[in-house]
């Protein structure tokens, strides 16, 4: 494939008001870039404000995790909103974290939308074009990340990036997409079968379905994903790291990976 460097985030500020989710504090020394829930799905002020400082100081990525207003349901819910909602919904959440990214000295550099409703802008119009018209009019400098689908093609319409991520802790299907978690093998339990598969996206560009077939992803993995929620997610990044620096993979940031992929984009453009 070309590119020797991938981008490891880990969905962050998932946590509300008393109730812990995840181990933040830990995942911060295993990952290059962040996706922070605004608090729509999860998250509130307070861990918003908590979340962006510890990654300013730590000098990690900041990025947008907008998703459904469903704290009940996690985001994972699908609700039957109007295109304007969706809209609205995300731009209210971009301005939130953006604030907190301002008063810390950050910057954000990736929208990554949660749960159903990122999952369902894959392939619903929609969702699609809510959530980028939403991102487009607040900033175009925002890299959005996405699997390939109609989310990644609007996108592009509106001149926005795209950063097509691998989600580590999750099974495939032969289509090489991620299956439902009810599914079987939805959920990856093993921390160094989840560091295996990584290194193989990495490499090659394939990864192992469910029913055991190795397919193509379809689309190069400039990020790899650890959900915070998920009940190993320590052992998974640790296992996750070692897997990458024991096949010599640079685990950088998503915007140095972008730029590194363009440069061997353009290099290939010339010696044609």
């Known amino acids: 494939m070309g590119i020797n460097s991938v981008a490891v985030v880990a969905d962050l500020g998932e946590s509300f008001g008393n109730y812990t989710i995840g181990d933040d ?15 729509f799905h999860a998250g ?19 990025g947008a995790h907008p998703g459904y207003p469903d704290l009940v349901g996690f985001g994972r819910r699908l609700i039957e909103a109007t295109e304007e ?37 894959q392939t619903d119009a929609k969702h699609a074009r809510a959530i980028t018209d939403a991102i487009a009019a607040y900033n175009t400098d925002y890299i959005v990340i996405c699997q390939r689908g109609l989310l990644a093609e609007e996108s592009r319409k509106r001149g926005l990036e795209v950063g097509y991520v691998f989600l580590a802790d999750r099974g495939y299907g032969d289509d090489g997409m991620p299956v439902s978690r009810s599914h079987e093998g939805g959920l990856i339990h093993d921390p160094e079968l989840i560091g ?15 029913d055991g077939n190795v397919v193509p992803l379809g689309h ?18 640790i296992a996750l790291r070692a897997a990458l620096d ?27």
Request: net charge negative.
């Open 85 to 121: 909602e969706i809209r609205t919904d995300v731009l209210y959440q971009l301005g939130a974290l953006d604030a907190f990214a301002r008063v810390h000295g950050g910057t954000i550099s990736h929208v990554a939308p949660h749960g159903r409703m990122g999952s369902i802008a």
């Open 246 to 272: 024991a096949e010599g993979i640079n685990v950088t940031g998503l915007r140095d990976v972008l730029a590194e992929k363009a440069a061997k984009g353009a290099e290939a453009a010339l010696a044609r």
């Open 44 to 62: 509130d002020p307070r861990i918003m404000d908590k979340t962006v400082a510890d990654c300013v100081e730590r000098g990690i990525e900041l």
């Open 25 to 39: 504090g830990a995942l911060l020394g295993l990952v290059t870039s962040s996706n922070i829930a605004c608090g």
């Open 196 to 210: 295996r598969r990584s290194a193989q996206v990495v490499r090659e560009g394939t990864v192992l379905s469910v």
């Open 220 to 237: 190069d993995a400039d990020v790899l994903l650890l959900h915070g929620d998920h009940p190993s997610v320590l052992a998974n990044g």
